[in-house]
C-alpha cells in the first residue's frame, strides 16, 4: 500500500494594532491511498472488513476504503429496472458503491483580540468520501423519515425507473407497488447504494470567549495572571448526511471501518468554562 499526501498551511496577520488584532490560519490537506500489490495467495482482492450490508474491499490499483455491496440493477442508460410488481430488481452481485476517504480536508482557525477580550473560532469539514447507514436504512423501512411521506395518502408508489421486457427492451415502469413494500424493497439492508450518502460536512468546532484580568487587579494577591474563558466545542453542523453526524465509523472485532455507521448515537455538543491561574 503506497500514502502520498500534500499538506498547506497558510497563516496570516490581518489585523495587527495594540488595541485590536486579527490572526487567521488555514490549513488543507489531501491523501493519495493505493493498493500496489496483494500478499502472496490472495486472489484479485482482499476483503478488509464488513458492517452490515457494506464491505471494504482492496484490490490492486484501488484504495483500502473503497466500500463495495449490492446496488440497484440499472438499463443501459442508467435508469432503476423494476420487476412485474413494481419493486427494484435484485442484482446478481455486490458492486462498487464509492470510497470512504474523503477528497480533502481544510480547517480555518480564526483568532480575535480586543484589549483583555479574546474570541476563537475553529470551523474544519471534509469534502467527498460516501458513508453507508445501517440507521437511515432501518428507519426508512420503518417509515420513522419524512422522506418515507411520499405513497402515504395512496398506498402505492410507482417508481421512477423501467421494466425489462421479454424481448430484451425496455419501457417505463408503470407498475403500482404497495407502498410499505417498495420501501422495503428499495431501502433494504443489502440495498448499500440507496442508504449510501455524501459524507462532506462543515463543522463549527469550537467557540472560545475568554477575558484576561487588568494587571491592577490581582497585584496584591500576588497572582502573576487571572483567564477567564467559556467554551463550546461542536457547536453546529452543516451536511447532507441523514442520520446525525457523517464523521463516524463501524467497529468489527477491532477492524475500525471507515464509511460504514450502524447505530451511531448523536454527537453531543460540549459547554465548558475555564479558569487559568498563572503564579
Do not use: C
Not at 3 to 21: A, H, M, Q, V
Request: proline share 4%.
Amino acid at each position: 500500500m503506497r500514502n502520498r499526501g500534500l499538506e498547506l498551511t497558510l497563516i496570516s496577520r490581518i489585523i495587527d494594532s495594540n488595541k485590536f488584532s486579527w490572526r487567521s490560519t488555514l490549513t488543507w490537506d489531501k491523501n493519495w491511498n493505493r493498493v500496489m500489490e496483494l500478499a502472496d495467495g490472495i486472489d484479485g482482492q482482499q476483503e478488509i472488513g464488513s458492517g452490515g450490508q457494506a464491505t471494504l474491499i482492496a484490490k490492486v490499483g484501488g484504495t483500502t476504503t473503497a466500500v463495495y455491496g449490492y446496488g440497484f440493477v440499472r438499463s443501459p442508460e442508467g435508469e432503476i429496472v423494476y420487476d412485474d410488481k413494481g419493486l427494484p430488481a435484485y442484482p446478481d452481485e455486490i458492486m462498487y458503491i464509492g470510497d470512504a476517504s474523503p477528497d480533502w480536508n481544510a480547517g480555518l482557525y480564526n483568532s480575535f483580540k480586543f484589549g483583555n477580550v479574546s474570541l476563537n473560532v475553529m470551523v474544519d469539514g471534509q469534502y467527498g468520501g460516501i458513508i453507508y447507514s445501517q440507521t437511515h436504512h432501518k428507519l426508512m423501512e420503518q417509515g420513522k423519515l419524512r422522506s418515507t411521506f411520499r405513497g402515504r395518502e395512496t398506498g402505492f408508489i410507482v417508481g421512477e425507473g423501467v421494466v425489462l421486457n421479454e424481448d430484451g427492451t425496455y419501457t417505463p415502469n408503470t407498475y403500482e407497488a404497495v407502498t410499505p413494500d417498495w420501501y422495503r424493497r428499495f431501502y433494504r439492508r443489502a440495498n448499500v447504494e440507496s442508504n449510501s450518502f455524501d459524507a462532506s460536512f462543515i463543522k463549527l468546532r469550537e467557540v472560545s470567549l475568554s477575558y484576561a484580568l487588568p494587571k491592577n487587579w490581582i497585584d496584591d494577591i500576588g497572582i502573576q495572571g487571572v483567564d477567564l474563558s467559556l467554551f463550546g466545542r461542536n457547536l453546529a453542523m452543516i451536511t447532507d448526511f441523514p442520520i446525525y453526524d457523517p464523521e463516524t465509523a463501524a467497529l468489527n472485532g477491532d477492524t475500525i471501518l471507515p464509511g460504514i455507521e450502524m447505530g451511531q448515537m448523536p454527537s453531543p455538543a460540549t459547554y465548558g468554562l475555564n479558569l487559568k491561574l498563572n503564579f
